[in-house]
T-cell receptor, first 114, second 111 residues
């Protein structure tokens, strides 16, 4: 069964450094999302992306965050200058709205900011 | 009032029991309702997906949505130790829109 894949599974970064989290969505999906889950808290929406532009973003998704679809298969989340509070699991999801399919998630990248 | 509320548990049941998991929500605009299962250090795995009110059954799993009460449920029949996981309810207003998640209920099924 097709799946969303994310790399790396664990990223350790010094505070203030830039980090890029990578995702390969399911191949025929056109809608892409990033969510995060701080330890012990709810899964929270960050941003949705369609047709090479952001369709919706949350208050969390400030100027430090950006997303990109650099080629036909990858979808990335960049955090420009990481803060301690950015430590969380980051999940990528994709969906095929045309066929009324819900969002399918990857296994996440655990981001640890030191 | 939180948009989506879910009792975090933990909930512990013996193998073979019927499990009932529930969420309430406050936003009447929600139309699409999902249940995800999350094992430790894994991503949410879609279990059930329903639109508007009604019931949906898939094997041992039954999802119910009562929009008039703003209440959704997931029932697991003949629960197995492999069902031990955190169960997340999620919902959105429109296809492709952001998902709003509940806190998740941690379920443990004892052999």
């Amino acid at each position: 069964e097709p799946e969303v894949t994310q790399t790396p599974s664990h990223q350790v970064t010094q505070m203030g450094q830039e980090v890029i989290l990578r995702c390969v969505p399911i191949s025929n999906h056109l809608y892409f999302y990033w969510y995060r889950q701080i330890l012990g808290q709810k899964v929270e929406f960050l941003v949705s992306f369609y047709n090479n532009e952001i369709s919706e973003k949350s208050e969390i998704f400030d100027d430090q965050f950006s997303v990109e679809r650099p080629d036909g298969s990858n979808f990335t989340l960049k955090i420009r200058s990481t803060k301690l509070e950015d430590s969380a699991m980051y999940f990528c999801a994709s969906s095929d709205r045309v066929s009324n399919q819900p969002q399918h998630f990857g296994d996440g990248t655990r981001l640890s900011i030191l | 009032q939180k948009e989506v509320e879910q009792d975090p548990g933990p909930l512990s049941v013996p193998e073979g029991a019927i499990v009932s998991l529930n969420c309430t929500y406050s936003n009447s605009a929600f139309q699409y309702f999902m249940w995800y299962r999350q094992y430790s250090r894994k991503g949410p795995e879609l279990l059930m997906y329903t639109y508007s009110s009604g019931n949906k059954e898939d094997g041992r799993f039954t999802a119910q949505v009562d929009k008039s009460s703003k209440y959704i449920s997931l029932f697991i029949r003949d629960s197995q130790p492999s069902d031990s996981a955190t169960y997340l309810c999620a919902m959105n207003r429109n296809q492709g829109g952001k998902l709003i998640f509940g806190q998740g209920t941690e379920l443990s099924v004892k052999p």
